[in-house]
């Protein structure tokens, strides 16, 4: 990168340098004729400012930072003039001479003096700070690659495996999506700990992961996790468990939950065999105690309706607004 | 009318497309297939079909700018939108913007077909999830003179028809569960569609914003 208009400095400098010698002249430290002060730094600055408009001396193409450093370096380049011209005026006046006030003065050259080199700490602030996102944006490419590596790829290598068997690609895919879906999400992840719909959602894909049937859910509304509403998740697991278990192979389950001031709702379908309820067997016993004695126990209740060939409602409900 | 619908597929993966026109085959037309804004819109004036199958996201603009597009020179013209993203925010934008449906890219090409064909009769297309989204936004009751009833609120009987939906049941099923016909579950759905376009409910907008997830 071009070091900003350095001609502006030289400029700036050179004349600061003058304001100083005209003070060192005053107090009688070294003698010139002042004449010779104001021809040269008008010379001086002369100079700078038709070497700022040569031609070639203009880059072709300016990043925008260096754009700003050269308008910075041209207040610079302003304030070191009026810096100048007023030390020369003060001397002229000889205003200087009884103040003594040689610390004013130096106050006035480290002043300009920063102003002057302002675009270059400047500039090089930037360049740090664009380095650095380079860098930052490098490293969310790599840990975003990183992601699809382990998962995306991963699932697909998996899937191109198990070609023959569907039910293990579905569940595969099903999986990979649900996964990137979260991780796309990013910003809120699900706290199924604390609410109603996130554990109800959290509920429904653990049961897809782990009995091979599709789950699909859909919740309106939401509340604040409790212990009765943890008792209506529980039951909840046990009817898509139990929908899962016996849909038809590979079969699609549906959960559908309404939560609102009157109290929540959660029904659970499936087009499965359907069964008798007065004649359960034994090893359906869960449906007895886990669903129906435990929505009891927590004030609330649940109906099943089921038959043959036309699958299978669970509607779960539990009275009370939200917490 | 029960003659084969035509569409026209306009999504800008590739895959995508040979996918939904193998599982259409032999239920619907499929006169052509667009992959960007321009290409769509090109292809609807020339091809004129029943239905565009409309993707959500798109590069240029996406699904919504077809719609605004096609609609200067064909107000007639039906769109389904059919996308992986169930993020509320596209869903309700596509939906306000004119689609009479949306369903999402996992359904069954019979499912499909049927809603193509529902859309070319006039009738509106919810996935469950949709359903879903439209029972969350009415949801809660507004300040009486905030209200204008014809569109700010659901009836007891859209809302019910509306959770059948939801809980995953056809037309059929819910014409069956509800004892109403068929033709009634389609109205009800087809004026939910209308409220969802017209509402100026202001919590549609913001509720959508408000849930901006993926799944």
Known sequence: MRRPDSSALGAGISILALGALLLLQDKEVIDFEPGWF???????????????????????????????????SGAGLLVGVILGAGLFFAWAKGALADAGDVALAALVVT???????????????????????????????????????????????????????????????????????????????????????????????????????????????????????????AA???ALTNAAKFAADGGEVRLYAEIDESGAKVFVDDRGPGFDLDSIPDDRRGVRESIIGRMKRHGGHAKIRSGPDRGTEIELSLPGGRA | MTSVPSVVIVDDHAIFRAGVRAELADRVAVLGEAESVEEAVRAIAELEPDVVLLDVHMPGGGGVEVIEQVAKQRPQQRFLALSVSDDPQDVIAIVRAGARGYVTKTITGEELADGVRRVRDGDAVFSPRLAGFVLDAFAGDLPAEEVDPELDQLTAREREVLRQIARGYLYKEIALRLHISVKTVEAHVSSVLRKLQLSNRHELSRWAVSRRLVD
């Open chain 1, 38 to 72: 104001l021809a040269a730094l008008t010379a001086l600055v002369g100079m700078a400012l038709a070497s700022r408009s040569l031609p070639g001396a203009e880059p072709a193409a300016r990043t925008a930072p260096e754009r700003e450093a050269e308008r910075l």
């Open chain 1, 111 to 233: 002043v300009a003096l920063g102003l002057i080199s302002a675009p270059f700490w400047w500039s090089m602030a930037r360049r740090l700070g664009a380095e650095r996102m380079a860098r930052v944006r490098s490293q969310e490419r790599a840990e975003v690659a990183a992601h699809l590596h382990d998962s995306v790829l991963q699932t697909l290598a998996l899937m191109q495996k198990r070609a023959g068997d569907p039910d293990e690609v579905a569940k595969l895919a099903r999986r990979q999506e649900r996964e990137l879906r979260s991780w796309l999400a990013g910003e809120e992840p699900p706290r199924p700990g604390e609410r109603l719909a996130d554990a109800l959602e959290a509920v429904a894909a653990d049961v897809e992961e782990h009995h091979g049937a599709q789950v699909e859910a859909v919740v309106v509304g939401d509340a604040p996790l409790d212990e009765r509403r943890e008792a209506l998740v």
């Open chain 1, 236 to 238: 909840s697991k046990e």
